[in-house]
């Protein structure tokens, strides 16, 4: 693990003495997001190589589900590029752990980062940081803002409020009041379970303590969500059995349901869809009681590393830097809204929902997906039975106690607290 | 004066390309497979990886779910397909049925179209919230008979069954079809002497001739059925929703061996999965081959 430091500290010492007048270094990106290729080029290259007209920077995006295989043959053969886009979590460890991610906890821009926000490219004990954050995706509920002027509805900050408003709406008749379907388990588990779980289970004291094994799953904290979801039951449009992902985005984006329980990343698909037939609005996880401390899902998505055999670790360090500057957040922000910059710097985005949900960074805390880190690692897979148990509870077919037993008596069979960090 | 003919070399230079072809696409990867399921990432490690899948609640739970719906998915193609494919081949070889080279390619149109276009248009014909079955059956004033069919634990591996069978009814229908064209009208003008016709001609003259082409029919169900994955991923995705209900050997074979989001994939998992599922089917070959077909009698015309 030491050997790549070494490397590159020599590597350092080396480039350090002819800083002369000479051709730019290339720097070549490896990334799985494709459909950002036009924003790298046009925006984000440009802004960076301007400041920075030593390097030359090439974004080089391969399809996102063959990234990951592709990557590893390029590591494994020694052809891949000098940047890395970090995947969060267990994907990128491997790599660091194979000695192929350089170790970039000195890097100074981590200052910038809180340590939610590094979380997903650390190791278990947090001492190795590995990936420089880029970005993370909000959870909470996008609105029909006209359709709640026109039944006269607040947003809800409680619970009780929260179905209040979706009563009323359903006893109105003109709406479906929530889009959602079960039928592909995933957003049950995403946009319901883990979009108003941390309320809950207080974000990430909860977290790490079921990391830690102080708490369980089927402690009170963790079936309430399951409770909730529940009761989403009589809320969703008929047939929500078989209702799909995008059939949801679709009933919400044709005005057909008032409220969509999803993350940030939708902002970019609905604005274009919608276009001016409603405005949008958006609000957090609804809390318990009023005056509560509110807790969001902000969760780590995308990071950038450095391929530890770069040619041009001083340059690619440079690039880094930039990456986890105000100046690049802001880039990012604007030209992927819904994708927010993990930066601490204060980012001002142009679009109106976009800046609504990263608002809630300072009224409430914030958390990531609890089955992301460690926890689903092994079989049964905590994330994937919580798709499924999600999808179940929300169907009624499951009680949301027998699906917290479930999933606990799934995790434990394989995971033991405390040799996590090994 | 017979002189001891020559090695025949022109029968094993023929038969080379196919079989040299077959064994390297086929025999050395099943072999492969079987090899791969005795392994584990620290080395070999014998049976323990069949001991994990039949012995560990998790995964035999998985296990057994897959099986009892794969046999229940060959349980409906057997109990639908097949006989309606008889009774379409049945009624096309009618002499007096017109339009029947239309009928024919109009039923076997569906076999040739693509699992995903399959599933995606069952899935949108079946949609609670755009599909035109719901529609439909309120047209006719019988929208108390629509469920969200694909979404239910109790409906949903039916349907797809159901979608399979629409999909490939057309192949018993064009084997039998053959079949029943392959009857010399000397046996059926004989049974017309006898005074055998109309659909006793089918019972007494024409199905028994045919079981055999039956017995293929029903040996290239099972493997297809047992075998199957993709209407179930393009429709249900590799989590086989709801609750596993639609699961099959095929899917859950996927999920363990090229991992699903978080979970990742399980090469000698799979592996033992697939051994799991070579052993159904030759089993069940190996009933039809023995138990069964030896027992056909066979006409030669």
Known sequence: MKKPIIAAILATTALAGPALAQDPVTLTIESWRNDDLGIWNDTIIPAFEASHPNIHVEFAPTAPAEYNAALNAKLDAGSAGDLITCRPFDASLELYNKGQLADLTDLAAMANFSDVAKSAWQTDDGAHTFCV????????????????????????????????????????????????????????????????????????????????????????????????????????????????????????????????????????????????AFEMGAFPPPVQNAGDTCYISDHTDIGIGMNAATAHPEEAKEFLEWVGSPEFAQLYGNALPGFFPLSNAQVTLDDPLAQEFISWRDQCESTIRSTYQILSRGTPNLENETWNASANVIRGTETPADAAARLQQGLESWYKPGEAAQ | MAARRATRWHIAVFLAPA???????????????????????????????????????????????????????????????????????????????????????????????????????????????????????????????????????????????????WQFVGIPMMLIYAALLSIPDEVLEAAEMDGITGWSRFWKVQLPLILPAIGIISILTFVGNFNAFDLIYVAQGALAGPNFATDILGTFLYRTFFGFQLQLGDPNMGAAIATAMFLIILAGVCVYLFAIQTRLRRYQF
């Not at chain 2, 086929?26 to 090899?35: D, V």
């Not at chain 2, 057997?78 to 009774?87: E, S, T």
């Not at chain 2, 399959?118 to 079946?126: A, D, R």
């Open chain 1, 133 to 276: 954050p880029m970005a993370s995706v909000i959870h909470g509920f996008i609105y029909n803002k006209t359709a709640f002027d026109e039944l006269g509805l607040q947003e809800p900050t409680t619970v009780d409020e929260f179905f209040a408003v979706l009563d009323k709406i359903k006893e109105d008749g003109t709406y479906i009041p929530m889009a959602m379907g079960t039928n592909d388990q995933w957003e049950a588990a995403t946009m319901g379970y883990q979009n108003i779980g941390p309320n809950y289970w207080h974000g990430e004291e909860g977290r790490k303590a079921l990391i830690a094994g102080t708490q369980k799953l089927t402690d009170e904290d963790w079936v309430a969500p399951f409770e909730q979801l529940a009761r989403w039951k009589d809320y969703l449009g008929d047939g929500f059995e078989a209702q799909t992902y995008p059939d949801s985005q679709n009933l919400f984006t044709l005005g057909r349901a008032a409220i969509y329980p999803t993350g940030s990343w939708e902002i970019g698909v609905f604005r274009p869809q919608i276009g001016d």
């Open chain 2, 19 to 165: 079989v040299l072809v077959y064994t390297a696409v086929m025999i050395l990867p099943l072999f492969g497979t079987l090899n791969l399921s005795l392994y584990r990432a620290e080395g070999f490690v014998g049976l323990a990886n069949f001991r994990t899948l039949f012995g560990d609640p998790h995964w035999s739970e998985q296990f057994w779910n897959a099986l009892r719906n794969n046999v229940w998915f060959f349980i409906i193609h057997m109990l639908v397909q097949n006989p309606i494919g008889i009774l379409l081949a049945a009624l096309l070889s009618s002499p007096r049925l017109r339009l029947a080279a239309f009928y024919r390619t109009a039923i076997f149109i569906p076999t040739i179209l693509s699992f995903v276009i399959v599933g995606f248009v069952w899935k949108l014909i079946l949609s609670p919230i755009w599909g035109i079955a719901p529609s439909m059956l309120q047209a006719v004033g019988l929208k108390f008979l629509f469920q969200p069919f694909l979404g239910q634990e109790e409906t949903a591996l039916t349907t797809l069954a159901l979608i399979s069978v």
